[in-house]
């Protein structure tokens, strides 16, 4: 979607991956982000990802790279936050960002069409999604105008979780099929790489 600018948050500090950028790690021959690119791109006009440290880790997506707007491991709130500002200053086109976690190698390829058409025949403020009974709260397409709203209730309230920020708006749900797979499925330790892995071979079979 041309007035959508993809958002990759690979903020936090994968502690259940011993550390390192879960991202990076392999499924197969390739790391997981790729796999994340992969799905994403066809669906909004640009990527940004959202991640800390040294950029150069990530040269070879060649992808620009921005890190939290707000310091300390500000949770996946600051992600959103930073996409949006992202958004603002380089791509003024995009009035929504969809925000993915970098973790999911599975993610739907219609995720960004759904979600803006329940925002649309609910007349919704934004929309996330869900699968197999449980909501993913980072998984979401958000306004680009509720930047200076979310900027207040981070820096001047604390909020962190984005469930307390987002109980303030219509949020619309979105559930997707577990069917192969479920489309969510997140590796967050060495042992969901290797069934990521499992699970990626069953699917190409």
Known sequence: MEDVAGVLLAGGQARRMGGGDKCLKPIGDRPILSYIIDRVTPQVSTLVLNANGDAARFSDFKLPVRADSIEGFAGPLAGVLTGMDWAIDTAPQCSWILTVPTDAPFLPSDLCDRLRKVIDSENSDMAR?????????????????????????????????????????????????????????????????????????????
């Not at 980072?138 to 984005?162: C, F």
């Not at 559930?175 to 069953?202: K, M, Q, Y």
């Open 129 to 205: 999604a869900a699968s197999g009974g449980r909501v993913h709260p980072v998984v979401g397409l958000w306004p680009v105008s509720l930047r200076d709203d979310l900027h207040a209730a981070m820096t001047e309230e604390n909020i962190r979780k984005v469930d307390r920020w987002t109980a303030r708006y219509s949020v619309s749900d979105v559930d997707f099929s577990t069917a192969p797979v479920d489309p969510f499925f997140n590796a967050n330790t060495p042992e969901d790489i290797a069934r990521a892995e499992s699970l990626l071979n069953g699917i190409a079979g």
